[in-house]
């Protein structure tokens, strides 16, 4: 039985399709897995409150509204966020967003870092991780979804598509 069990498995091996498949298959559950390990400790359910003074002077408050909300952590170290710099800012001019800088610096610091870039997201200063630590972020960039209600519909760690997160902020609206 055992024989054929192991001969069973190298015709199947052998089967280019079959082998490709397996591969997919296996690939798959590795990027699944990798995906659940990573999402693990943020935070689900009603969003907690975010409101603090924008590195501009405005005051941002996360509530109740009449738009979903894209609430996006990101770091000045970090190449993933560097390489969405352009889509968040195309975001923030159609959807409301709000963008918390964890770990990279003070406020001058960021300043300097988004002048020298050219950004002008909306951006909440978390020099200590505080605000981070409140959402669950172990990792940048982050994003979520805040529905209308409040409620967090969606999360992504690492990068994400400027259309995923339009489809998503389209999907958090109906």
């Not at 935070?43 to 738009?67: E, M, N, Q, R």
């Not at 909440?124 to 409620?151: C, E, L, M």
């Amino acid at each position: 039985c055992r024989v054929s069990r192991v001969s069973t498995w190298s015709r199947l091996w052998a089967n280019k399709w079959a082998r490709r498949a397996l591969t997919a298959v296996m690939l798959l559950v590795l990027f699944l897995g990798l995906r659940t390990w990573q999402q693990r400790t943020l935070v689900h359910g009603t969003a907690p409150s975010l409101s603090a003074s924008a590195l501009s002077g405005d005051y941002l408050v996360l509530g109740i509204g009449t738009k979903p909300t894209l609430v996006y952590f990101w770091a000045s170290w970090c190449g993933i966020c560097r390489l969405k710099e352009g889509a968040m800012e195309s975001i923030a001019r159609d959807h409301k967003v709000i963008s918390v800088a964890l770990t990279s610096g003070d406020d001058a610091e960021v300043r300097r870092y988004l002048a020298s870039r050219g950004l002008k997201l909306p951006v909440i200063n978390d020099p200590d991780g505080k605000i981070s630590n409140q959402w669950g972020v172990r990792a940048t960039p982050t994003s979520f979804i805040v529905d209308t209600r409040n409620r967090i519909r969606f999360h992504e760690v690492g990068y994400t598509t400027e259309w995923g997160l339009r489809f998503r902020l389209w999907l958090a609206g109906l």
